[in-house]
């Protein structure tokens, strides 16, 4: 198994090397090769993806990613900043299925801002389409109009294929799961949300087991507040995704529970937490590595087919919290606040 490992940036490198420990620990034939990419990749060769970087991550089998970013960036160029490297190496591997699963193991449910009762049992599959919408719609940019006011443009775009197979991906999901999916549009303003929900109805028809339903990103953000368990596949564009997951990562204790998986058409994947690089918090040894392990767990069931240790490591998180061991994020009385090298460590144990 040939994997490229990309740390990134802030808590990057800490989360990745408790992943990296827990694949280590698996008696797999791997081969990790590791470069860095954002900030790093700007640092190293002045491009947040760096040709090398690049090159490695095409010849692995499954890229496993850190986060990238930092506010020192922030008044580069654009396409310098490490979020661009982000989003090229998504474009340049195809990769656009990005599965973001909010589920709530049961010993957080006191961890979670909502109540117990409205997270107990929470298993959603959050699709979010990944290579297209406003993220790569031209024109975009800043420019000056003739009046000397500047002018800043993005572009909603999809085109009918694009929607096409991320409906695909998102159906053959729900068969296996209860079969239901819920297309987050806002096709009551938006054109290209209007196509979306278009297509949407017409794929569905390929899978008639499959009961389809269409909401407002405006009310999907409050249900899933409300009453989130009405929710098994959510499928969406890439902005609204971006931020529903966020939402949605809370309600299963905290940002760093939840892991992704971004596809091509091959279910070669690249393997993320959905945070950032909490930039906060780096260099402190105290972020939660959990949804980065959950990531390495999901690289192993996607991009190998290896059922039999993605489960290892899920069980081995689950044993892990049954055990009171919490990262300062969700830590709650009379449990276990342990550092992030520590959770790495407590899920090795319980392997
Ligand atoms: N996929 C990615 O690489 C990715 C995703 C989101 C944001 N970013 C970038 O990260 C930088 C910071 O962005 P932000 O602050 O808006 O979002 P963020 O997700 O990095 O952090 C938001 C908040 O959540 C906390 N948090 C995040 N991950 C955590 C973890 N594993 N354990 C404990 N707490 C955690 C942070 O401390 C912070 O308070 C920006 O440069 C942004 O562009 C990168
Ligand atoms: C850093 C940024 C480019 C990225 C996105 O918006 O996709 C992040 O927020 C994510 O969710 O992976
Ligand atoms: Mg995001």
Known sequence: MKIAVLPGDGIGPEIVAQAVKVLKALDLDLELNEAPIGGAGYEAAGDPLPAETLKLAKEADAVLLGAVGDWKYDSLPRD???????????????????????????????????????????????????????????????????????????????????????????????????????????????????????????VAKEYPEVELSHMYVDNAAMQLIRAPKQFDVMVTGNIFGDILSDEASMLTGSIGMLPSASLDQNNKGMYEPSHGSAPDIAGKDIANPLATILSAAMLLRYTFNDEANASRVENAVKKALEQGYRTADIWTEGTNKVKCSEMGDAVVAAL
């Open 80 to 202: 310098q900043r490490p979020e661009r490297g982000l989003l090229r190496i998504r474009k340049e591997l195809n990769l656009f299925a990005n599965l973001r699963p909010a589920l709530l193991y049961p010993e957080l449910a006191s961890a979670s801002t909502l109540k117990p009762e409205v997270v107990a049992g929470l298993d959603i599959m959050i699709v979010r389409e990944l290579t297209g919408d406003i993220y790569f719609g031209q024109p975009r940019g800043i420019s000056t109009l003739e009046n000397g006011e500047r002018e800043g443009i993005n572009t909603m775009r999809y085109n009918e294929s694009e929607i096409r197979r991320i409906a695909h991906v998102a159906f053959s999901i729900a068969m296996k799961r209860n079969k239901k999916v819920c297309s987050v549009d806002k096709a009551n303003v938006l054109e290209t949300t209007e196509l979306w929900r278009q297509v949407m109805i017409e």
